[in-house]
């Protein structure tokens, strides 16, 4: 994505096998997507040496594996090796930054960037360290979106942050049904893609991103609920007070009534109200009572 509006990009990794599958890929997923936006691809160059790659760059961004230790350390190694005014971004889907930069002196240019599978999806959820500074995000932000990303700042810190939070909750319940022998992965997944429209499946998607990730990645959010006390937050119904209090009570019921979750206008809620009201109005005028009925009615003779 960086490179599609003609951007250099220095791509690094120790491993040369890593480099030479990555030049297949750039080459191939680059040029695509470039001629499908009518742009023009910027200079990829492949390096095992990092401070080859950081050293002129505006912007390094973290993503190696899910381990605590190696995050710390290259995040570190990072910001030795960018220039002082280089934003150093960590693509973690668990960690904090801020549990990440005990190496890093320049604490202020660093952030959580979570992508996720760019070009074919192009929300980046971006979220402070706890000492990033406030310039970095308006000018991230319009960068990303020159480049045809779609960035999210996270209100507040958040193990997770937004999605992998909803994500963690959907694996979550999913492998709790197949350990217990409740549903198979094929009916899970058949359930989901039915539902919601999905190309793919919850167990589908798990494969995808590796099981053994799945794993690393699930005992943090699960170390991190037994910090935060979780049994006692979910006891104090503390979302369904909020709900309550802000929405229901109030009437904002979702689309029958607007107001809901959603920010819809609630003058085209209400004028789709009076037009489905006049709609049934209508019949009941034209026709007879029974007739209404039977175009009204539900059959569930087969539940």
């Not at 505006?58 to 934003?87: Q, Y």
């Not at 202020?108 to 500074?133: A, D, F, H, Q």
């Not at 989901?192 to 053994?212: P, S």
């Not at 109030?250 to 209400?270: I, Q």
């Amino acid at each position: 994505m960086w490179a599609s509006t003609g951007s250099p990009v220095n791509l690094y990794d120790i491993s040369p096998s890593a480099l030479k599958s990555a030049t297949v890929y750039v080459a191939d997923t680059l040029s695509t997507y470039c001629s499908e936006q009518g742009t023009h691809p910027g200079h990829v160059r492949f390096t095992t040496d990092l401070v080859d790659a950081a050293s002129n760059s505006w912007m390094v961004i973290e993503a190696v594996p899910e381990e605590i230790e190696v995050k710390i350390s290259v995040l570190g190694r990072i910001d030795r090796s960018a220039p002082k005014d280089a934003i150093i971004a960590t693509n973690s889907s668990s960690f904090k930054s801020r549990e990440l930069v005990s190496e890093v002196k320049g604490r202020e240019r660093v952030l959580n960037t979570l992508y996720y599978i760019p070009p074919g999806n192009k929300c980046v959820e971006l979220m402070s360290c706890g000492y990033t500074s406030p310039s970095v995000f308006p000018f991230i932000v319009a960068n990303m979106r020159e480049v045809g990303l779609m960035p999210m700042v996270v209100g507040n810190e958040s193990t997770g942050m937004i999605f992998p939070r909803i994500w963690a909750a959907m694996k979550r319940e999913t492998l709790r049904e197949l350990q217990e022998g409740v549903a198979s992965a094929e009916e899970v997944d058949e359930l989901f893609r039915d539902f919601f429209g999905a190309e793919k499946g919850i167990c589908e998607k798990m494969d995808e991103v590796g099981l053994d990730t799945v794993v690393k990645v699930e005992r943090k959010f699960l170390e991190d609920k037994e910090t935060r006390d979780e049994t006692r937050l979910w006891r104090e119904h503390k979302h369904l007070n909020w709900l309550e209090r802000e929405f229901v009570e109030k009437g904002r019921l979702g689309d029958k009534s607007g107001g809901g979750l959603l920010a819809r206008n609630e003058e085209v809620v209400e004028q789709e109200k009076k037009k489905e009201e006049k709609k049934i109005q209508d019949l009941d005028d034209e026709l007879p009572a029974q007739k209404t009925w039977q175009i009204h009615a539900v059959d569930l003779s087969g539940l």
